[in-house]
């Protein structure tokens, strides 16, 4: 479908075009929805820009029809409602300070089409496709760049938002680009020192949920010195491995690899997905202050209990959702345990009792999936064998129900003490002991010993 038919297939944008045109505007589709167009990727998210009416005439005719969202309107940015529609207008800008937001920004429907492309990051996100005349419009050969799988930043303008260095961190593992090698020399130059966490938190999001290749992300970072701003990323560059267990190289290239399968084997589930990427890009923070050599070779003993303290830094800088935070931790200080439950066999209390740990046996058997299919294990006979029995016994995405409860207690006669919260936790510890599987023996077994 060309980018005729796109408009033209999307009733509410091509309304709004055909209104803005009418009282003189000029648009242009830019950005994502062109790019992902010559990637014959489909997109639902529209960039309009438009030249010829500031923003204020804008909402005017826009607000008769729709909801506009003018949270962004400092920056020239509007948002249709429930649309997936951004609406910008041409803007000048002057950098005021060091931070992320310290820009001057004036609104400018009439500056020239030249200067709007030149301030857009990267070439294959600066071809405009002109609706007024139906042309494509690529000075900085984006198309070509996308034909050629490369990543190019457009000018020298491209400094004004060091935030673009994640940008193209994330555009080169959601697309499997190379980076130009002027555009790595240009990221050296910047600092991510002044930046919002949160905006670098979306940018990490996005190498995590969106790409398919995530280590390149991670590599675009190292080529341009940007894991420096990372300590937590950093510190897995040059950390040896066991190369009969590990011949992919240092903990910074597997836990590339690591991230590269489950960018296959994702849930589709967002947050089910956000905790485990985060859980595994932070799986082997660790192994750093833990790794040593002897005689025997290469080891990183208590590495995932080293690792937690790190992993709640880095992801809380990030502005990471605190419950996401805090099941990515318990999987990063529990991923190495499906290996072990393997190896010895595990009882069904084994089962019981991690499930009590971790909560969610599921993301715990992909995450150790991933973890050794990052390197030369084989462990798929691992994970279903883990979630066969987690299914098995119930306890897939949750810890078993207490069978015994306060009112049981209650009925043998017990009366609601500082004891009584004691004797139900000693009691759910039994249950998932084994000692007893039902209601009538667990009333025989309170009886019994309490």
Same mark, same amino acid.
């Given at each position: 479908?060309?980018?005729? %038919? ?7 944008? %091509?309304?709004? !075009? ?92 009439? +500056?020239?089409?030249?200067?709007? !492309?030149r301030r857009r990051d990267f070439t294959i996100n600066a071809i405009y496709f ?15 760049? +996308? ?25 080169? /593992? &959601? ?15 910047? %600092? ?40 937590? !990323? ?46 595994? +890009? ?12 002897? %005689? ?11 690792? !937690? ?7 809380? &800088? ?10 990515? +931790? ?34 715990? /058997? ?85």
């Amino acid at each position: 479908m060309g980018l005729v %038919s796109l408009v033209e297939n999307n009733r509410n944008l %091509s309304t709004i !075009i055909h209104l803005l045109h009418e009282y003189g505007g000029h648009c242009y589709l830019v950005g994502g929805c062109v790019r992902d167009h010559f990637l014959n990727i489909s997109s639902k998210n529209f960039d309009l820009e438009v030249f010829h009416l500031p923003s204020s005439t804008i909402i005017d005719l826009l607000k008769p029809h729709y909801e506009v969202d003018q949270v962004g309107k400092s920056y020239g940015i509007l948002k249709i409602r429930g649309l997936d529609i951004d609406i910008g207008v041409p803007r000048r800008e002057r950098k005021t300070g060091p931070l992320h937001s310290d820009f001057d920004v004036q609104e400018d429907p009439y +500056l020239p089409l030249e200067d709007a !492309i030149r301030r857009r990051d990267f070439t294959i996100n600066a071809i405009y496709f002109d609706l007024k005349n139906q042309q494509i419009i690529d000075p900085f050969s984006g198309i070509a760049d +996308l034909n050629n799988r490369i990543l190019r930043h457009t000018s020298e303008r491209f400094a004004e938002d060091p935030l673009r260095v994640l940008r193209g961190m994330q555009l080169c /593992a &959601r697309f499997t680009l190379t980076p130009d090698p002027k555009t790595v020399d240009y990221c050296k130059t910047l %600092s991510a020192q002044y930046l919002s966490a949160e905006r670098m938190g979306q940018e990490f999001t996005k190498l995590l949920l969106q790409s398919v290749e995530p280590s390149a992300g991670l590599h675009f970072l190292k080529d341009t010195g940007w894991t420096k701003f990372f300590p937590e !990323i950093h510190n897995l560059i040059d950390v040896e491995q066991d190369p009969t267990r590990h011949p992919e190289g240092d903990v910074f290239e597997h836990t590339g690899k690591v991230l590269d399968m489950f960018a296959q084997n994702r849930t589709g589930i967002m947050e089910d997905d956000l905790t485990v990427s985060f859980a595994l +890009l932070c799986h082997d923070f660790g192994k750093p202050n833990t790794t040593f050599r002897d %005689s025997q070779g290469i080891h990183s003993y208590w590495h995932e209990i080293a690792g !937690i303290l790190p992993a709640q830094n880095f992801m809380e &800088r990030l502005r990471v959702p605190k419950h996401i935070v805090l099941q990515a +931790l318990t999987l990063i200080q529990y991923h190495i345990e499906p290996r072990r439950l393997f190896k010895r066999q595990a009882s069904d209390a084994d089962f019981r009792r991690l499930s009590y740990n971790v909560g969610r046996l599921d993301l715990l /058997a992909l995450v150790g999936y991933c973890d050794c299919a990052g390197r030369i294990d084989n462990n798929e006979e691992i994970c279903d064998w883990i979630l066969e029995r987690a299914r098995r016994l119930d306890i897939l995405k949750a810890p078993p129900k207490a069978i015994i409860q306060g009112r049981h207690l209650i009925e043998l006669g017990m009366e609601p003490d500082k004891d009584f919260s004691k004797i139900l936790l000693s009691t759910y510890f039994a249950q998932l002991n084994g000692d007893f599987t039902t209601l009538e023996e667990g009333i025989e077994f309170v009886r019994r010993v309490i």
